[in-house]
């Protein structure tokens, strides 16, 4: 089993900032991708964006692109969501979940990770 752990969110103006942090434990694998997704009240879980934990790499949807970044934490097994330019729109509940190697399916759908976090509230006040 793997625990999945979201903190930093909270109640920002618009234009502000917020770093959201996530941290795995438990089993743990050697190489994994971690994503980021949204819920907003009454709409559908949605991709923000993923990093590769061993190669790095990074990806994030075109409706955050440019404002957030995803980057692997200084503790292993953690990433970081930097979320700059907030938006009243971006407003959600935030989750991170984490899949395995060569789990099938597209890293931009909630059916292709294994394990969730119970999400954390971002507010952006207009």
């Known amino acids: 089993q793997v625990q999945m752990v979201e903190s930093g969110g909270g109640l920002v103006q618009a234009g502000g900032s917020l770093r959201l942090s996530c941290a795995a434990s438990g089993r743990t694998f050697s190489d994994y991708t971690m994503g980021w997704f949204r819920q907003a009240p009454g709409k559908e879980r949605e991709f923000v964006g993923f990093?590769?934990?061993?190669?790095?790499?990074?990806y994030c949807a075109d409706s955050v692109k440019g404002r957030f970044t995803i980057s692997r934490g200084n503790a292993k097994n953690s990433v970081y969501l930097q979320m700059n330019g907030l938006k009243p729109e971006d407003t959600a509940v935030y989750y991170c979940?984490?899949?395995?190697?060569?789990?099938?399916?597209?890293?931009?759908?909630?059916?292709?990770?294994?394990?969730w976090g119970q999400g954390t509230q971002v507010t952006v006040s207009s």
């Open positions: 979940a984490v899949r395995s190697p060569n789990r099938p399916g597209s890293v931009t759908t909630t059916t292709s990770y294994d394990y």
């Open positions: 990093i590769n934990w061993s190669s790095g790499s990074t």
